[in-house]
């Protein structure tokens, strides 16, 4: 069965930093091409970023270029979103999700995990 | 970035059909865009109905498909059942990045 579950949400200032944990089994973590996904509290879904699944090749939205970091440690079957300088419009549950890529396992979604950024 | 947009809303009735449309403000949508589509209920993580245009899962519902039509990403809905009732998001490729449409809620009455 696959699971994803995140953690390290919560609630943090503006300017703030919070990194993010995807924790990923059931499948080969290794072969398969990891997102996150967020969704502010009552909007729709936006697209955050994606990492190859080797770490090699990383794409990120506008919206978040230059202040989050996407990696993995394919020996933990991690997913990592390290976010800097946080800023109220971040709110949102961030999902991890095995979408984008190829393989027999791909496409399922963990349950997300809350950040909150406020003063 | 690119804008993707989707019907803010749509109604179909129990058992009836209903075309879901993903655009692109950069022209025709493309299979090389692939195109997903994702299911999402209230309080609940979102699922994946359709990836790669039109290929499903294992948990997709037969009742929904995926297709290119005029120039846009479509999920058809046939037959429709009131536990379809949710929003519907598109996502399309764009060169390594890739970009939600608005979503559409669907409503089943």
């Known amino acids: 069965e696959v699971r994803l579950l995140e953690s390290g949400g919560g609630f943090v200032q503006p300017g703030g930093s919070l990194r993010l944990s995807c924790a990923a089994s059931?499948?080969?973590?290794?072969?398969?091409?990891m997102t996150w996904v967020r969704q502010a509290p009552g909007k729709g879904l936006e697209w955050v970023t994606a990492?190859?699944?080797?770490?090699?090749?990383?794409n990120y939205a506008d919206s978040v270029k230059g202040r989050f970091t996407i990696s993995r440690d394919n020996s933990k079957n991690t997913l990592y979103l390290q976010m800097n300088t946080l800023r109220a419009e971040d709110t949102a549950v961030y999902y991890c999700a095995n979408i984008g890529g190829s393989g027999s396992m791909r496409d399922y979604w963990g349950q997300g995990t809350l950040v909150t950024v406020s003063s | 970035q690119a804008v993707v947009t989707q019907e803010p809303s749509l109604t179909v009735s129990p058992g009836g059909t209903v075309i879901l449309t993903c655009g692109s403000s950069?022209?025709?949508?493309?299979?090389?865009?692939?195109p997903y589509w994702f299911q999402q209920k209230p309080g609940q993580a979102p699922r994946t109905l359709i990836y790669?245009?039109?290929y499903k899962h294992s948990w997709t519902p037969a009742r929904f498909s995926g297709s290119l039509l005029g120039g846009k990403a479509a999920l058809t809905l046939a037959g429709a059942q009131p536990e379809d009732e949710a929003e519907y998001y598109c996502l399309l490729s764009y060169a390594g990045a890739r970009v939600f449409g608005g979503g559409t809620k669907l409503t089943v009455l």
């Open positions: 990492i190859s699944p080797d770490g090699g090749d990383t």
């Open positions: 790669d245009t039109s």
């Open positions: 950069t022209g025709a949508v493309t299979s090389g865009q692939w």
């Open positions: 059931g499948f080969t973590f290794s072969n398969y091409v």
